[in-house]
């Protein structure tokens, strides 16, 4: 048990819509890092967000968005849903670049 | 592009086997951790390590970490079918503050009774 939270744990979508994913992060961490993490591969980084800004970001089209918010809990947004999106998508939290916790992740369905 | 290459992708042995896992790449690391993952599950992390040449011990699970820093192995020894699960190596990547992650493949584990 991590105290890292997602929701929901999964979802199914059709092509072109918008999805929200959200995790609560373990208490006292201001840092949430969101991976998305394809069926039999490592998970890779889509983006950070410490103390609500965007605090780096991997090799993700804009159409992959988020926010944190005051009390750290975190959204990732998809727009334009394609089939290629159907992954587990997992968020991290963390104090700053230290250790990262998981959440169990929600798996994304697009159809 | 910092890579991390694991292999094998997949193993299956029989139980009180032992078996090793690499971890592979070209970059430094400015540390290495390894996680696993059980279905329907987020990764756990089970060690960090940072020193080149460093070697940690979990039990019946021990850790290396290249003199280089750009490789790292999992060997297991006695493997029990609780060992069954995706074992994932990670770097952190060094050039940015923000603790990003790259994980390697995944190796799957199955340990047979």
């Known amino acids: 048990e991590t105290g890292v939270t997602q929701s929901p744990t999964h979802l199914i979508k059709t092509r072109g819509q918008q999805v929200t994913l959200r995790c609560s992060s373990q208490s006292g961490h201001n840092t949430v890092s969101w991976y998305q993490q394809a069926l039999g591969q490592g998970p890779q980084f889509i983006f950070q967000y410490y103390r609500e800004e965007e605090n780096g970001r991997g090799n993700f089209p804009p159409r992959f968005s988020g926010l944190q918010f005051p009390n750290y809990s975190s959204e990732l947004n998809v727009n334009a849903l394609e089939l290629d999106d159907s992954a587990l998508y997992l968020c991290a939290s963390s104090v700053g670049p230290g250790i990262q916790y998981f959440g169990a992740g929600t798996r994304l369905s697009v159809l | 592009t910092q890579l991390l290459e694991q292999s094998p992708q997949f193993l299956s042995i029989q139980e009180g086997e032992n078996l090793t896992v690499y971890c592979n790449s070209s970059s430094v690391f400015s540390s290495l951790q390894w996680y696993r993952q059980e279905p329907g599950e987020g990764p756990v992390l089970l060690v960090t390590v940072v020193t080149g040449g460093e070697v940690k011990k979990l039990k019946r699970l021990t850790f290396q970490f290249g003199d280089a820093r750009k490789d790292s192995s999992l060997h297991i020894t006695a493997a029990q079918p609780g060992d069954t699960g995706l074992y994932l190596c990670?770097?952190?990547?060094?050039?940015?503050?923000?603790?990003?992650?790259?994980f390697g493949q995944g190796t799957t584990l199955q340990v047979k009774p």
């Open positions: 990670a770097g952190e990547d060094g050039s940015s503050n923000t603790g990003k992650l790259i």
